[in-house]
C-alpha cells in the first residue's frame, strides 16, 4: 500500500519570508499524482498545487512551487512570501494514475502558522 | 455557485443511536466520497460511490453505511457499531471517477456523549 509521510507535525514562519513543507512518499508505481492541499481554520480542503509525476519539471502556482524528486520519492512545497492567510493545516497526498476510484492517500498533516 | 454543501456542520450523538450526515453537490459531478480525518491522521476514505446506485467501501467502512439514489446526495450514516464515532467528516466529489482533483465540502463535525 501506499504511504504518505509528513515530518512535520508543526511548521511556523515569519510573514514575507519563506517555508517549505516536506513530503515523502512510498510507492512501486512509476506514474502517479501528487498533491499539496490547504485546510484553513474553516476545515474547508482545498487544492494548493498538484504534480503529475511523468513530468519532469516541478509545478508552480503563483507563490506555491514544489520540489519534486522522485528518485528521493520527496514532493516538498514551498511558500514564498508568506501571507497570514497561509495559516492553515496542509497535507500532502498521493494518487496512483490508474486508480478508478479516486484513491488518494493523505499524510498527517503540517500545521503552519504565520507570525505577524 | 457550484459547490459541496454538508449538513449538519455540528452533530452530537448518544451511544448507541445512528445519525445521518448529509452531502449534496451541484457541480454534475459523477462521483463522490466520504473521508474521516482524526487529529494527527491524514484524510481515511470510508466509502465512495462512481455512479448512481453504486457505492463502494473505503479503508474503513466498518459502522458506516451509504447510500446514492440520486446524483447529487450522497449521505452517510454512523450507525451504534462504529465503536469511535467522533471524528471530522469531509464529503468529497469528482467530475469523473478517478479524476485527479476533488472537491471537497466544509465537513461536519459529530461527537458523540
Known amino acids: 500500500a501506499q504511504t504518505v509521510t509528513q515530518s512535520q507535525p508543526e511548521m511556523s514562519v515569519q510573514e514575507a519570508e519563506t517555508v517549505t513543507l516536506s513530503c515523502t512518499y512510498d510507492?512501486?508505481?512509476?506514474?502517479?499524482?501528487l498533491f499539496w492541499y490547504k485546510q484553513p481554520p474553516s476545515r474547508q480542503m482545498i487544492l494548493v498545487i498538484r504534480?503529475?509525476?511523468?513530468?519532469?519539471q516541478n509545478a508552480t502556482e503563483n507563490r506555491f512551487s514544489v520540489n519534486f524528486q522522485k528518485a528521493a520519492k520527496s514532493f516538498s512545497l514551498k511558500i514564498s512570501d508568506s501571507q497570514l492567510g497561509d495559516a492553515a493545516m496542509y497535507f500532502c497526498?498521493?494518487?496512483?494514475?490508474?486508480?478508478?476510484?479516486?484513491?488518494?492517500?493523505f499524510g498527517a498533516g503540517t500545521r503552519l502558522t504565520v507570525k505577524p | 455557485d457550484g459547490g459541496i454543501t454538508q449538513s449538519p456542520k455540528y452533530l452530537f450523538r448518544k451511544e448507541g443511536q445512528n445519525v445521518t450526515l448529509s452531502c449534496e453537490q451541484n457541480?454534475?459531478?459523477?462521483?463522490m466520497y466520504w473521508y474521516r480525518q482524526d487529529p494527527g491522521q491524514g484524510l481515511r476514505l470510508i466509502y465512495y460511490?462512481?455512479?448512481?446506485?453504486?457505492?463502494q467501501k473505503g479503508d474503513i467502512a466498518e459502522g458506516y453505511s451509504v447510500s446514492r439514489e440520486k446524483k447529487e446526495s450522497f449521505p452517510l450514516t454512523v450507525t451504534s457499531a462504529q465503536k469511535n464515532p467522533t471524528a471530522f467528516y469531509l464529503c468529497?466529489?469528482?467530475?469523473?471517477?478517478?479524476?485527479?482533483?476533488?472537491?471537497f465540502g466544509a465537513g461536519s463535525r459529530l461527537t458523540v456523549l
Open positions: 457541480l454534475n459531478h459523477d462521483a
Open positions: 497526498a498521493y494518487r496512483r494514475i490508474t486508480s478508478s476510484n479516486n484513491d488518494m492517500r
Open positions: 504534480q503529475e509525476a511523468y513530468k519532469q
Open positions: 510507492t512501486s508505481e512509476s506514474d502517479y499524482y
Open positions: 468529497a466529489s469528482s467530475i469523473v471517477p478517478g479524476a485527479n482533483v476533488l472537491t
Open positions: 460511490s462512481q455512479i448512481v446506485n453504486d457505492f
